[in-house]
């Protein structure tokens, strides 16, 4: 089944302790991205990459990092976390060109 | 800024046509139009897109303006589970960058 995979679904972390979302699709999919989702504020894009080893900044790239190593795999790397980045993220990733972008089911993060 | 404006809420009649608006008046001629949706907190879904001619799947309609600074998303005959947040953004074509802007969207509900 064409999927995008997020793990883990939900974590719950404290302050300054770093941790990885992982983020894998199984379509070949040249573009991928990081999106946080917060009340009142909808969707808002962190980082995105258009194919391996090149990656750019979103709307809201701060405290953040990812690498594309692979083409399949994109991970979300948070260094020191703060309770301010405690959201809903989301991975997704699509084909080069006109075509829909295809998203994972989410992982909510708590950070205390 | 906000690259397209949405109404934040609508309500629709189960069985009628919902039409959603979206204003994307600073839009260019390589940018595309697209709709996604979001089910309670699971990752978007892709629905439709366009660049200027009308546009039909099986899920949606898309009717953009001539001057393509707005558009419509149509469901023919809604029922409860299209119930969600339907989200229009502009993307550039081809080769332009992946750097999107979702916005807040416009919460649909389904009126039984």
């Known amino acids: 089944e064409a999927q995008v995979t997020q793990n883990p679904r939900y974590l719950i972390t404290v302050t300054g302790k770093k941790l990885t979302v992982t983020c894998s699709q199984n379509?070949?999919?040249?573009?991928m991205s990081w999106y946080r989702q917060d009340p009142g504020l909808g969707l808002r894009q962190i980082y995105y990459?258009?194919?391996?080893?090149?990656?750019d900044k979103g709307d809201v790239p701060e405290g953040y990092k990812v690498s594309r190593k692979e083409k399949r795999n994109f991970p979300l790397i948070l260094e020191s976390p703060s309770p301010n980045q405690t959201s809903l993220y989301f991975c997704?990733?699509?084909?080069?060109?006109?075509?829909?972008?295809?998203f994972g089911s989410g992982t909510r993060l708590t950070v205390v | 800024d906000a690259k397209t404006t949405q109404p934040t809420s609508m309500d629709c009649a189960e069985g009628r046509a919902a039409n959603l608006p979206c204003n994307h008046s600073?839009?260019?001629?390589?940018?595309?139009v697209y709709w996604y949706r979001q089910i309670h907190s699971q990752g978007p879904q892709y629905i439709i897109h366009?660049?200027?001619n009308n546009e039909t799947n099986e899920m949606a309609s898309l009717i953009i303006t001539e001057d393509r600074k707005s558009s419509t998303l149509i469901l023919p005959h809604a029922t409860l589970r299209d119930t969600a947040v339907y989200y229009c953004?502009?993307?550039?074509?081809?080769?332009?960058?992946?750097?999107?802007?979702f916005g807040t969207g416009t919460r649909l509900t389904i009126i039984p």
């Open positions: 379509m070949n999919h040249e573009y």
């Open positions: 990459s258009m194919n391996v080893e090149v990656t």
């Open positions: 366009g660049l200027k």
């Open positions: 600073t839009i260019s001629g390589n940018e595309y």
């Open positions: 997704a990733s699509s084909r080069r060109g006109n075509y829909g972008y295809t």
């Open positions: 953004i502009v993307r550039p074509y081809l080769f332009g960058n992946e750097k999107l802007t």
